[in-house]
């Protein structure tokens, strides 16, 4: 279900993109890098190695995972700028417009938003610099043993400790290098005590509802955190641990009763294009709506409702007809041929 797990947090980043609802796809975005730590560090130990050629096949593969469909998504926004006009696209999003020089245009085109450094033509996109320095490093062997990832583990933890104590502002805390260490070395500790995880989470009373019981009690959090307004102190690290014992329980493998593992990897492949192309749908939809004389806005539930169907057909539109040639070039280098 781990799949399934993906796409839900990425349809909390719509909903809160989307229809307004605050700091709920900052949450989301901690429970991508924790999956993204796990598997990675999964992929790299169990099928390429730590060999030149395999680091190589690894580096490949995740080139083919995230540029391709990042670069479709900027197409798409430069083909809303120049139809719809800069200062539409703006008022929607005031990062969505054209490069305005040459360090902008490599910007775009690499993914390199250290610091959300503006324009991006897919807004969402700093959180893959974080991702792809994750992957680089993991690559190169931060998650290869126990030992390293558990200094890993702890330095992390220490980072956010320090931000505790010297009171970091929430763009430290969330939107840094430094920041996501945390989620990503804690994906790397569960693959590496994955057996001892498995056999605890199974002795847990009332284990088969676990799954959905999670899922709700994550969206509880957010909830009352808005309401108490600690959502980007107490409750999201809260959101945290809350993300990372559903990994736990997901990666345990005693729910494929729940959910067939073809249909999973297929909801699941559904995430990374409804990430990309959420903000550029919502925007032809607001268009859309507008045109009808249907009052809506960015930031409400109005668009997010209506906006979240036609997300969803054109993920798996561009998830069957466009990624899954690119998923069996990927498959051939995994298999190293």
Not at 104 to 110: A, G, H, K, Q
Not at 125 to 138: G, K, N
Not at 152 to 178: K, N
Not at 269 to 281: A, G, M, R, T
Request: net charge positive; aromatic share 16%.
């Amino acid at each position: 279900m781990l799949g399934f797990f993906r796409t839900f947090l990425a349809l909390l980043v719509v909903v809160q993109h989307l229809g307004g609802a605050s700091v709920l796809g900052a949450y989301a975005v901690f429970g991508f890098y924790c999956i993204s730590g796990y598997l990675m560090t999964t992929v790299i130990n169990e099928s390429y190695g730590h060999s030149a050629k395999g680091i190589g096949r690894y580096l490949l593969n995740r080139f083919l995972r995230i540029y391709p469909l990042y670069w479709l998504s900027a197409l798409l926004s430069i083909i809303l700028v120049l139809t719809f006009s800069t200062s539409a696209t703006r008022a929607f999003h005031p990062d969505i417009f054209l490069p305005q020089n040459f360090s902008d245009t490599l910007r775009n085109i690499f993914i390199f938003f250290p610091q959300l450094e503006s324009p991006r033509l897919t807004p969402p996109a700093w959180a893959l610099t974080v991702e792809l320095f994750f992957y680089l490093v993991i690559g190169f062997g931060l998650s290869k043993n126990k030992t390293i990832t558990s200094v890993w583990f702890l330095a992390s933890v220490g980072y956010h400790l320090l931000a505790a104590v010297m009171s970091f502002g929430w763009d430290r805390i969330y939107f840094t290098i430094p920041a996501a260490s945390l989620p990503f070395s804690t994906g790397a500790m569960i693959y590496h005590h994955r057996e001892f995880l498995r056999r605890s989470v199974t002795r847990l009373p009332s284990f088969s509802f676990v799954p959905g019981f999670l899922f709700a009690v994550i969206i509880l959090n957010w909830w009352f955190a808005s309401r108490g307004g600690y959502v980007r102190d107490i409750g999201f690290y809260i959101n945290y641990l809350l993300c990372t014992i559903t990994i736990i329980s997901l990666t345990s493998g005693h729910f494929s009763a729940f959910i067939a593992r073809d249909l999973d990897k297929k909801i699941g492949d559904l995430s990374y294009p409804i990430y990309l192309f959420h903000y550029q749908i919502g925007f032809l939809v607001l268009f859309v709506l507008n045109c009808l004389d249907i009052g809506a806005a960015r930031g409400s539930s109005l668009l997010v409702v209506a906006s979240i169907p036609v997300i969803v057909v054109i993920a798996w539109a561009i998830t069957r007809w466009i990624e899954s040639p690119i998923m069996t070039i990927r498959a051939r280098i995994k298999a190293g041929q």
